[in-house]
């Protein structure tokens, strides 16, 4: 591999073309205008200081960025990369024949020591999703495709485990070749040996780990944006532009227009501000559905105010329905545009007061077969321990308050008493 | 502070209020304009925080209607910014959003009361009138809201009940005004006369704006407002 480097960079990068890992030894001999050989040497080298080597490259994984801008076209690479950590093992194993002249237990050690390299060159990869997916691209043998791309977490994590194992069960050998005596204290030595080596191999991973979580975390944020934007511009299509296109056909009929744009209105809102509550649970959402249908059905506003909320039941259910009734009546026969409704939960009753500025009537004048008022609201709330109260004069508009007084905090439903 | 009672010489010079117009939609403005030509005098427009400002500052308006989002920080930076160096300036928010913290977050920072942008010219009218008159604007809708945030805390660790609670009557006041009715009828209802009606809404609102950010924010949040 040769370095085609751009003559003094001003800042160390991590190569991103001509690189094996990381491209921290690409990078470094680009930023030092030597050849990638020696660096990679030199790092070889100090691998077989203690594995000093090892460290120091991670440790420059971990500080040293990836060159800006090239992060978004990165080469493609095949199966040949999975060839240095051989070669880190094989130059182990290598370095303990020649240098040692032996090929007894020091063989053996050197063996093992390939072993960990290996090990640990698994785990590596499988630290950078983003070469992973490469992989899995440039696969063309399906079942190695299968090993090596990231197709879930568990299989990366089983993977990462038998990596893991791998690098123990060398380290644990290493420990007995070299002390072969069959004794307690030796199997303790070997198990720190062991503790030691994953304790380095966590050194090493940490930061890699780090990234992959950061990026996995940050791919699902991105996706849940994507979503969202996608759900706002189907809500804004399927809702705003056809109301808005409703509009326009009907510009002339002024309440139609206003219907719409109330009706649109009232559901941007909902969707903005609004937490969704089902109207079979929760009383405010119950009463505000009852004044929406009003709204939509007599082409009137309704102010809708309430004050605390609680679960429904049968009987707050039926408070909301002569609301409802009440709100009926009002743009029925009261001719506004506007009427107030508000609500409000206590601890020990549930109100609610339904106000138009309208023409009002006399209440005592309506006759008994009216079952809009007598039947729907006050029998209503009469059948379920409430009150209904009217209050109207001739010009003065009318009030209907509807009370019902509830024992305790939840859902106790004492009925018809 | 915010100054509270009416204030002499806030009130209109020459009969015509001074109103001045902050909003970032050009064509609402505009409507504005022509819905209040007659009304008042509007006496300028901003269409940014950093130009309102300035302008409030050089005109010296009656009132301020002052929209709740703008790009650059909206109708609270307007507030924060002019509210001590000019205390005679009155606020009046119209927004379109009647989210519950938008109406309480401007109140709070001083806006003298808070009306939907679906008003009425001769509702906003008279808004602007009791505004300049050191009066509060309290919407049904904004009545539920204190009600809300005065009431969903009965156990709540009080620095200082004077100030954080509501009096029983401005309890009434509050929700009589949530039904719909107008000050007078409030008034009539009670058997009051309608200063004091607006005394105790008065009173509301510094309470609204002196009650600690902590409860209120926990009162948000309670309700996954923020």
Do not use: C
């Amino acid at each position: 591999m040769s370095s085609t480097a751009t003559p003094h960079p001003p800042r160390l990068y991590r190569a991103t073309e001509h690189r094996l890992a990381a491209g921290v030894a690409a990078g470094l001999a680009e930023h030092l205008g030597i050849s990638v050989l020696r660096v990679r040497v030199a790092f070889m080298v100090l691998l077989g200081l203690s594995g000093l080597g090892l460290l120091l490259y991670a440790a420059f994984w971990a500080v040293v960025p990836p060159r800006p801008g090239d992060t978004a076209v990165p080469p493609r690479r095949d199966v040949a990369q999975l060839l240095p950590f051989v070669a880190i093992g094989l130059g182990v194993l290598l370095l303990q024949v020649v240098a040692f002249d032996s090929v007894g237990a020091a063989g053996t050690a050197g063996w093992l020591v390939a072993i960990i390299a290996v090990g640990a060159g698994v785990i590596w990869h499988q630290s950078a999703p983003e070469r992973r997916r490469q992989w899995g691209g440039s696969m063309a043998v399906p079942w190695l495709g299968a090993v090596v791309e990231e197709s879930d977490r568990r299989a990366f994590v089983l993977r990462f485990i038998g990596g893991g194992v791998l690098v123990a069960v060398g380290i644990i050998g290493v420990a007995a070749v070299y002390s072969p005596a069959q004794n307690f204290d030796a199997v303790l030595n070997g198990i720190i040996f062991a503790l030691v080596g994953l304790a380095g191999v966590g050194v090493v991973t940490g930061p890699v780990l780090w990234r992959t979580w950061n990026q996995l975390r940050s791919e699902r944020e991105a996706r849940i944006r994507e979503q969202e934007r996608a759900e706002l511009a189907a809500m804004v299509h399927d809702q705003v532009l056809h109301t808005l296109a409703l509009i326009q056909r009907n510009a002339a009929d002024v309440k139609t227009v206003q219907r719409l744009a109330r009706g649109q209105e009232r559901s941007l809102r909902n969707w903005l501000y609004k937490p969704a509550a089902s109207p079979t649970e929760r009383f405010a959402a119950a009463l505000e559905q009852a004044a929406a249908e009003v709204e939509d059905t007599f082409a009137i506003t309704v102010e809708t105010v309430v004050v605390g909320d609680r679960e429904t039941d049968e009987r707050v259910g039926a408070l909301v329905a002569a609301a409802r009734e009440a709100l009926v009546n009002a743009a029925r026969h009261a001719e506004v545009r506007t009427v107030s409704l508000y609500a409000e939960v206590e601890p020990e009753q549930v109100s609610a007061f339904i106000r138009d500025r309208g023409k009002g009537f006399d209440p005592d004048t309506v006759e008994d077969h009216r079952h809009g008022v007598r039947g729907s609201i006050i029998g209503r709330m009469k059948r379920h321990g409430g009150r209904a109260e009217i209050r109207s004069e001739p010009g003065e508009g009318t009030e209907v308050r509807l009370i019902l007084p509830i024992s305790g905090s939840g859902s106790t439903a004492e009925r018809d008493r | 502070m915010v100054e509270q009672g009416p204030v002499e010489g806030a009130a209109p010079r020459d009969g015509r209020l001074r109103v001045f117009l902050v909003d970032d939609h050009a064509m609402f403005r505009a409507g504005v304009r022509a819905e209040l030509g007659a009304r008042v005098e509007v006496v300028g427009e901003a269409s940014t925080v950093a130009e309102a400002v300035s302008r409030i500052a050089a005109m010296q308006p009656d009132v301020v209607l002052l929209d709740v989002h703008m790009p650059d920080g909206g109708g609270r930076a307007v507030l924060e910014a002019m509210r001590r160096t000019h205390p005679q300036v009155r606020f009046l928010a119209l927004s379109v959003s009647d989210a519950a913290e938008d109406v309480i977050g401007l109140i709070r920072a001083g806006a003298r009361g808070y009306v939907t942008k679906t008003i009425s010219p001769e509702e906003l009218t008279d808004a602007i009138r009791r505004v300049a008159d050191g009066d509060a604007v309290f919407s049904p809708r904004l009545a539920g809201f204190v009600l809300d945030a005065f009431a969903a805390r009965p156990d709540a660790p009080v620095a200082d009940p004077e100030l954080d609670q509501l009096t029983n009557r401005e309890r009434e006041v509050l929700r009589l005004l949530a039904r719909g009715y107008a000050y007078k009828e409030i008034a009539r209802e009670l058997y009051i006369s309608i200063k004091t009606v607006e005394t105790h809404v008065s009173n509301v609102l510094r309470k609204l704006q002196m009650s600690n950010r902590y409860e209120l924010s926990r009162w948000a949040a309670d309700r996954r407002l923020v």
